[in-house]
């Protein structure tokens, strides 16, 4: 090694007086190898990792629990990068920060630097895991500025254990301190990045740095309330975004004036709800790790995946960790609990089948129920034998499904679960229903590189739109892209303020005439045929012997504009439904449509006046389902890349690879399919896969990868047909192609 090179290693590795007992000869000769961050031909060190670990040590870790246990876990499961728990509310390595509280435990010791070292001898990545949002008391004595204030001038103290403080997020503790702990991890052990939990709050603030700053941003006093139309809360929503993101950009910088090669990597994003804009993140973030650890209430086994098609509509084909629990996700927070072995088996299957990289979570080093640990083994070798596989370059689906998260913040406000997330959450369970895959799309991502793999784009109430994304969405339909739409869609602009009619008037056929009316009882929908052909329409299809379904329970009111095609739903207005003898329909005075299906070149458009997908997600009726489903497959119009008839219910994605395709079926087939956990996993018989094979790619094998063997296919016009006896869990179709 030249003598500059060594200065170099020297220097960022920061070999201090301090730090110098730190690293030894092997953590050198690390630094300059692939696995490390400081070697040239590591500059981007992002995709590299496919199986996490973390440990979230607790206070009394240092010094009782076993080191070498985890280290031989990790070997054995082969996982290639760790999180690992090394300071903010408790320090686990010797700092020299003033007011870093250290672990009680930790005396002369150094548990993060140790599990750092082992680690990184089995050629792991290692990010650092801080915590900011709470403090001890010494710290509020010094510095009472640093803590949060409630609305009525109280400073707060945590919740949980009331011995800490909660801190402010926007003022001098992460600025500053934080900081200064974040530069400290780094000069000491050259960690791949700096990965921080709760960093951006724990809600509204009033201290004197947030009164002051919100104050110079916009010349307002902080809201009281939070109505999004409140001038001043509209302010702070943007004020408090630009602060975070300030806030990360500054930690990102400090850490790369020590090691260029590493990033901030925040616990951040998601879906709609998100209160940061997703479309910055996945510009700041070379990579980025999905928090969803597992479910909790009625959620679907499905949201797993979903979290990571939200993550994917932003970071694109950047690396993405699924952080998922081995205990029980609960408000009742049993944080030393475990889950059920197939509960963990089917959550992380989902995030995996469509593009999740596993990540587990456990919290306290001391482990009391191992039952999970042979679980994790199971998975994780099973994906590192077929990691090849696993590396995604291409989604081939044909549908997206857009989220919008500024139709949450500014539409939605506190009604925005009902109002904006579960019209996506029935239009979601519909497309798994109808074994449809689908990406996510980001709103503000609705360019056409962005969107022109997509044959149809669904809008589940995307109320708020800008004049220019609805012009991007007439730009798409005029491309030859179809478009399925609900309800309010496109009736806001993007600050949540109503206009006089839709955007996309002109691409719906339908015109806005009143406010919407709901919820509506004992609604429902007539079935009517084509007067011309005097045949029903292929959006009824499977509804041939019935005469009406029951409509949504919230409708806009509407009128024709422009040429559409013959509606073959028609709107059945309320009528009472007590007393008994009073349950029947009033004579229609004028006849509504209760969906506008229109068409233009390639281009096709659906519009339901009604939250069709938001009543679907209520009360899951199966005739809700197929009309979703029916609108989808005719807006679409062309044959789906991939197709898996049989019984039961699956999640299915189709991906392309460097010299291969696979098709993720993921059987969600279960009695608690809709609350977890599962109690078993029911197979599902005789599933026929059809997939479409690109015409430049020569097929040399088809094989099953959780079966572990091959199986036989035949080939029909493009497409290979193959049958697949049984499917537990997850079953995956991997086709290779001549190199």
């Known amino acids: 090694m030249n003598d500059s090179r060594r200065a170099f290693i020297k220097q960022a590795v920061g070999l201090s ?91 002369t010791m150094d548990t993060f630097g140790d599990i750092v070292a082992g680690c990184r001898k089995l050629g792991m990545n290692v990010i650092a895991r801080t915590d900011a949002h709470a403090c001890h008391q010494d710290v509020y004595d010094a510095h009472p500025d640093w803590i949060a204030v409630d609305e009525k001038g109280n400073k707060r103290r945590h919740p949980s254990d009331p011995q800490y403080w909660i801190t402010c997020a926007l003022g001098p503790y992460n ?52 109505d999004p139309q409140n001038p001043a809360r509209r302010q702070y929503l943007l004020w408090n975004q630009a602060r975070l993101f300030d806030l990360w950009r500054l930690w990102n910088q400090k850490l790369k004036e020590i090691n260029p090669h590493a990033s901030y990597i925040a616990n951040a994003g998601g879906g709609a709800l998100s209160p940061l804009d997703m479309k910055t993140i996945g510009e700041l973030a070379p990579t980025l790790f999905a928090d969803r650890q597992g479910r909790s209430g009625l959620m679907a086994p499905w949201a797993n995946g979903k979290n990571g098609k939200e993550y994917r509509a932003t970071m694109g084909q950047k690396a993405i960790g699924g952080i998922f629990s081995v205990g029980i996700e609960d408000k009742y927070r049993w944080k030393d609990s475990v889950q059920s072995s197939d509960e963990i088996r089917l959550w992380v299957a989902d995030g995996i089948a469509q593009g999740l990289r596993p990540w587990f979570t456990k919290f306290n080093a001391k482990p009391i129920d191992r039952r999970w640990l042979p679980v994790v083994e199971e998975i994780y070798k ?17 549908v997206g499904l857009v989220y919008s998260q500024q139709t949450a913040t500014f539409y939605g406000g506190k009604r925005a679960q009902g109002l904006v997330e579960d019209p996506a959450l029935g239009f979601y369970q519909a497309l798994i229903e109808a074994r449809i895959p689908f990406e996510m799309v980001h709103d503000r991502l609705l360019d056409p590189d962005h969107v022109n793999q997509f044959r149809t784009l669904i809008f589940p109430n995307i109320a708020a739109l800008s004049i220019a994304q609805c012009q991007q969405i007439r730009e798409f339909t005029e491309r030859g892209g179809s478009v399925v739409a609900t309800y309010e869609t496109s009736l806001y602009d993007e600050w949540g303020v109503r206009r006089p009619d839709f955007g996309l008037s002109s691409i719906f ?8 009316r709901g919820p509506m009882l004992n609604s429902y929908l007539a079935l009517e045929k084509d007067p011309m052909s005097e045949t029903y329409h292929p959006i009824l299809s499977g509804f041939e012997d019935a005469t009406r379904l ?5 409708q806009v009111n509407v009128k024709p504009v422009g040429h559409s095609l013959f509606s073959p739903l028609q709107i059945v207005p309320t009528y009472p439904d007590l007393p008994m003898e009073d349950v029947f329909p009033r004579p229609m005075k004028e006849r509504s449509p209760g969906v506008f ?76 399919m809709m609350k977890g956990p599962v109690r078993e996993v029911i197979p599902i018989a005789n599933q026929r896969v059809r997939i479409q094979i690109p015409k430049e790619r020569h097929l040399t094998r088809a094989k099953l990868l959780v079966s572990g063997k091959d199986i036989s296919y035949r080939r029909e016009q493009g497409f290979i047909l193959l049958d697949i006896s049984s499917i537990g869990v997850h079953e995956v179709v991997a086709l290779d192609f001549a190199i």
């Open 17 to 107: 007086v301090v730090c110098a007992a730190r690293f030894d000869s092997e953590d050198l000769a690390y630094a300059s190898t692939s696995n490390g961050v400081v070697g040239d031909d590591k500059a981007e060190w992002y995709q590299r990792p496919m199986r996490w670990a973390q440990l979230a040590f607790v206070e009394d870790d240092p010094g009782n629990y076993d080191l070498s246990l985890w280290l031989d876990y990790f070997q054995t499961i082969r996982a290639d990068a760790a999180c690992l728990s090394a300071g903010g509310v408790v320090a686990f390595y010797p700092t020299e920060i003033p007011l870093h509280y250290r672990s009680k435990w930790l005396g």
């Open 175 to 226: 600025f500053d301190f934080m900081t200064s702990v974040h530069q400290e991890i780094m000069r000491k052990y050259m960690v791949d990045g700096i990965f921080t939990n709760r960093w951006s709050g724990s809600g509204m603030c009033y201290c004197e740095h947030c009164v002051k700053s919100f104050r110079e941003f916009s010349g307002l006093d902080l809201p009281r309330n939070d």
């Open 382 to 398: 099973w994906h590192y034998a077929n990691e090849s596989y696993l590396r995604n370059e291409r989604s081939f689906a044909r």
């Open 509 to 516: 056929g339908a015109s806005f005439t009143s406010d919407a």
């Open 550 to 554: 029951i409509n949504a329970t919230n």
């Open 597 to 672: 299906l229109r068409e233009s070149g390639r281009s096709r458009v659906v519009y339901f006046p009604g939250d069709i997908d938001r009543t679907f997600w209520e009360v899951l009726d199966v005739d809700h389902a197929k009309l979703l489903r029916n609108a989808v497959l005719w807006a679409t119009n062309e044959t789906t890349p991939v197709s898996v008839e049989g019984q039961g219910v699956v999640d299915i994605s189709m991906w392309g690879q460097k010299n291969s395709m696979t098709v993720h079926i993921v059987n969600l087939t279960n009695p608690m």
